[in-house]
């Protein structure tokens, strides 16, 4: 099955900061989303985005179908922002893949 | 978009029992998929949950274990058997209309065995 890598595993960042989150699949895609994991567990859709750029307030992401990567930027980080950010990514039928994640903790 | 919606949102169980997950979708959705999270880890598949018939297990996970039911299109339940503490986990529920759509996530069972 298709292989989703994060990157970095771990971000701290200093409020008002911005950052960039990076995924990089293995194989062509049909869906590819962008998920934020609050403190409590709840699991927050960002994007879908299998292709092109999308952008949503301090948010936005890009994914390179060809090169088979996406990124996803956060400006003025604030601290609502800390999480775990999970990229995942499917192709045909198949049910979404996951990536490990990355821990993002912003402090004031 | 989907609303989805999971029961009991959390429970502490004794080892050795069994505990039933229920998942409410919304709308009528094709595609109905269940996720563990075990602590500090990503979402790991368990299992394709369809309709009227046994779901599909992924590696490592066995309907003897995990088995599921889906008797319609918005409805769906996984029960944890025989519980040990390494059963500890956040189980999620998820759905998608169509292939290559978004998929949606339920709230979660935070699931604690003593």
């Known amino acids: 099955g298709i292989q989703v890598e994060q990157s970095p595993p771990d971000l701290i960042l200093q409020e008002g900061a911005n950052s960039t989150l990076r995924c990089n699949f293995s194989?062509?895609?049909?869906?590819l989303q962008w998920f934020h994991q609050n403190p409590w567990g709840q699991l927050i859709n960002l994007f879908y985005i299998p292709s092109g750029t999308k952008q949503n307030g301090r948010l936005s992401a890009t994914t390179v179908a060809t090169e088979r990567y996406s990124l996803l930027y956060i400006s003025s980080s604030q601290t609502t922002d800390s999480g775990v950010y999970f990229c995942a990514a499917s192709s045909g039928y198949s049910t979404l893949t996951f990536g490990k994640g990355t821990m993002l903790l912003v402090s004031p | 978009s989907a609303v989805i919606s999971q029961k009991p949102s959390r429970d502490i169980c004794q080892r050795g029992t069994s505990l039933t997950i229920q998942c409410q979708v919304d709308?009528?959705?094709?595609?109905m998929f269940w996720y563990r999270q075990q602590p500090g880890q990503s979402l790991t598949l368990i299992a394709t949950?369809?309709?009227?018939?046994?779901?599909?297990?992924e590696s490592g996970f066995v309907i003897d274990k995990f088995p599921i039911s889906r008797p319609n299109l918005t409805f769906s339940t996984l029960t944890v058997s025989n519980m040990s503490p390494e059963d500890s986990s956040i189980y999620l529920c998820?759905?998608?209309?169509?292939?290559?759509?978004?998929?949606?996530f339920g709230p979660g069972t935070r699931l604690t065995v003593l």
């Open positions: 194989d062509s895609v049909n869906n």
């Open positions: 998820s759905s998608r209309a169509v292939s290559g759509d978004t998929q949606y």
């Open positions: 709308s009528q959705v094709t595609m």
């Open positions: 949950a369809n309709q009227g018939s046994e779901a599909t297990y």
